[in-house]
């Protein structure tokens, strides 16, 4: 079961105007789901993305990351997302297959084949049923309308339990600006950018030099903060769209008034929806926030944190309620900090102080350990009293139910 996450009713989730999402069952991989999605743009659309950092990343981010970037590229218009196949590993056919299916998308819209960016997850090496795809587009097609959203969370689901999606509303320049976001993901998640798929779209009037910066900077602080298991996927991709639809002036600048609410409040929907991937990772019990504080560089403590976060030792303690915190310090250790001072180091667990100057505090007792490890949410807190700097991880517990999962993921 997912810690504390139930999904958003689909009349909380407010339309986005200039963006429809068309979605049908196309028997990719399983019949009776689900399965392929389309978004429609308005014509004005901008868009940013950031990819996996995976060298061996799938044939439709290879694609995708060739239509944003060619100069001579007219405006996206669509994106087509399909579970149950993740077009990875798959070689020249493999592009050929996913190029197939934007030329298909492309007539039925009467755009160009690079107007189209496809998004593709679950299973890897398997050929891309195109023929399925391309069959199911006139009903996704049919289907599409700005109040969508909640099928298209359900359509791009693989081994999630819950579908992924949240809005909210802001006010720029004295009128109300929309956005909602959808993600997937359970396993094989450690988003390094950025199996995660993401999507944002607000109608904030935003011009396309300053989307890639947006992106990234939203990525970056949502969804590269967060670990199931370690795993960096082939496809996991996060696209942002601005509609342009929003009577308020542009934003000229992410470091303008405007610019920086309508970041702060697209970062707040992402790390929503990225922490909603870590409460639904497969087989968890456990959400775990680590905050590491007192590092010389942020990225000295994500190396904390994520050496903690991906310790199976430290997970599996953390599904058993057993408190055998030693493991964290060991992690801490083996992080990579050359220089670091185990003399410094204070960790707690949540209220609980456990280690003062490196070694156990007198005032400690295991079972004070013991029952903040049987919460459902636990903050992991470090102070490696070598600086100013912090940054925080959101991963979860390794139980019993995530071997199995993986284990009969094909079957």
């Known amino acids: 079961m997912p810690v504390n996450l139930v999904a958003t009713p689909a009349a ?11 979605v049908t069952e196309a028997g990719i991989r399983k019949a009776n789901r689900k399965d392929l999605a389309v978004l429609l743009l308005d014509e004005g659309a901008s868009v940013g993305a950031v990819f996996t950092q995976n060298r061996f990343c799938a044939a439709p981010v290879q694609i995708c ?17 399909n579970t149950g196949n993740a077009n990875a590993g798959t070689g020249d056919e493999g592009l050929h297959r996913a190029l ?64 992924k999606a949240f809005s909210s509303r802001i ?20 988003p390094n950018m ?21 992106a990234g900077e939203l990525a970056e602080g949502s969804f590269n903060r967060i670990t199931v298991d370690g795993d960096t996927s082939t496809n996991d991709s996060f696209v942002v769209v601005a509609t342009n639809r929003a009577q308020h002036p542009p934003v000229t600048s992410l470091d303008s008034t405007d610019g920086r609410a309508l970041r702060g409040a697209m970062l707040d929907l992402a790390k929503k929806l990225a922490q909603a991937i870590v409460r639904d990772g497969e087989g968890a019990t456990k959400f775990i926030t680590i905050e590491v504080e007192g590092g010389r560089t942020g990225a000295e403590c994500r190396q904390v944190a994520y050496a903690i976060a991906h310790s199976p030792l430290v997970k599996t303690a953390f599904f058993a309620s057993d408190p055998n915190l030693g493991r964290i310090l060991a992690a801490v250790g083996y992080a990579g900090i050359a220089d670091l001072d185990q ?42 009293g070598r600086g100013q700097a912090t940054d925080t991880v959101w991963t979860c517990d390794l139980s019993y139910d995530y071997v199995k999962i993986n284990a009969d993921y094909r079957s």
């Open 343 to 384: 003399t410094r180091i204070t960790l707690f667990l949540d209220d609980v102080l456990v280690v003062k100057n490196g070694g156990r505090d007198v005032a400690y007792i295991e079972t004070e350990g013991q029952r903040v490890m049987k919460q459902s949410e636990i903050t992991v807190r470090v102070l490696l």
């Open 194 to 214: 950025a199996t995660m798929l993401g999507f944002i779209v607000t109608d904030a009037c935003v011009p396309q030099a300053l989307m890639a910066q947006l």
């Open 171 to 190: 006010t720029l320049g004295g009128k109300v600006v929309t956005m909602t976001g959808i993600a997937k993901g359970a396993g094989m998640i450690r």
């Open 12 to 22: 909380s989730l407010h339309p986005v105007p200039g963006a429809r999402w068309g």
């Open 65 to 81: 990351r060739t239509h944003l970037a060619s100069a001579a590229n007219p405006k996206i218009r669509a994106m087509l997302i």
């Open 100 to 163: 197939s299916c934007c030329v298909a998308l492309a007539h039925e819209l009467h755009l160009a084949p690079g107007q189209i960016l496809p998004f593709s997850t679950g299973v890897i090496m398997e050929p891309l049923p195109h023929e399925r795809i391309v069959a199911g587009l006139p009903a996704a097609l049919a289907d599409a309308r700005e109040d969508n959203w909640a099928n298209a969370a359900e359509s791009i689901m693989t081994t999630d339990t819950v579908a």
